[in-house]
T-cell receptor, first 114, second 113 residues
Framework: GAVVSQHPSWVICKSGTSVKIECRSL??????MFWYRQFPKQSLMLMAT?????????EQGVEKDKFLINHASLTLSTLTVTSAHPEDSSFYIC??????????FGSGTRLTVV | GENVEQHPSTLSVQEGDSAVIKCTYS??????FPWYKQELGKGPQLIID?????GEKKDQRIAVTLNKTAKHFSLHITETQPEDSAVYFC????????????FGTGTSLTVIP
């Protein structure tokens, strides 16, 4: 089946540094990828939608200059958290739209900013 | 836009009993309703889905029912096992909104051995 590989699974960084999270579709082409943020015991919050070769569409309230999304190829999308602060600590999950209208999710990245 | 509500937020059942989680949606144009299971520290995994042209779908111990008129759908897990313990999310989407998923708030299911 369609698999999305997400890396790293966890990362700890210092305040002010940037962190890049990668999501790769392993056996299919992902023209559309979604990035979510999830706080403990809460649902997934859509941050942005990225389409291959075009600029990402950000949800209201999400800072596009802080959360940089790149979808330069049909198999790779990246989320870079720039100038990270402790309040950016969260669980970030990507997902890709697959044929038939379903989603497949990455395994998530636990970001801790200290 | 679409609004998906999910109940209950927590559910505890004895092993072997059934568990039912219910979701309602607001947009009558929604036509795809997946259910995801999320274990601690992991991404959501699709466990079953249903489309608006079907009223019920079953896969072994898991079943989903859809009532389009009432705009609600439910997840049924029979003969629950401890490994069924996880957080379950429902979602709704339609092509008119670019297949964007609208998630429910999640149900934390605990199966007591």
């Amino acid at each position: 089946g369609a698999v999305v590989s997400q890396h790293p699974s966890w990362v700890i960084c210092k305040s002010g540094t940037s962190v890049k999270i990668e999501c790769r579709s392993l056996d299919f082409q992902a023209t559309t990828m979604f990035w979510y943020r999830q706080f403990p015991k809460q649902s997934l919050m859509l941050m942005a939608t990225s389409n291959e070769g075009s600029k990402a569409t950000y949800e209201q309230g999400v800072e596009k200059d802080k959360f940089l999304i790149n979808h330069a190829s049909l198999t790779l999308s990246t989320l870079t958290v720039t100038s990270a602060h402790p309040e950016d600590s969260s669980f970030y999950i990507c997902s890709a739209l697959i044929l038939g209208g379903g989603y497949t999710f990455g395994s998530g990245t636990r970001l801790t900013v200290v | 836009g679409e609004n998906v509500e999910q109940h209950p937020s927590t559910l505890s059942v004895q092993e072997g009993d059934s568990a039912v989680i219910k979701c309602t949606y607001s947009d009558s144009a929604s036509n795809y309703f997946p259910w995801y299971k999320q274990e601690l520290g992991k991404g959501p995994q699709l466990i079953i889905d249903i489309r608006s042209n079907v009223g019920e779908k079953k896969d072994q111990r898991i079943a989903v029912t859809l009532n389009k008129t009432a705009k609600h759908f439910s997840l049924h897990i029979t003969e629950t096992q401890p490994e069924d313990s996880a957080v379950y999310f429902c979602a709704a989407s339609n092509k008119n909104t670019g297949n964007q998923f609208y998630f429910g708030t999640g149900t934390s299911l605990t199966v007591i051995p």
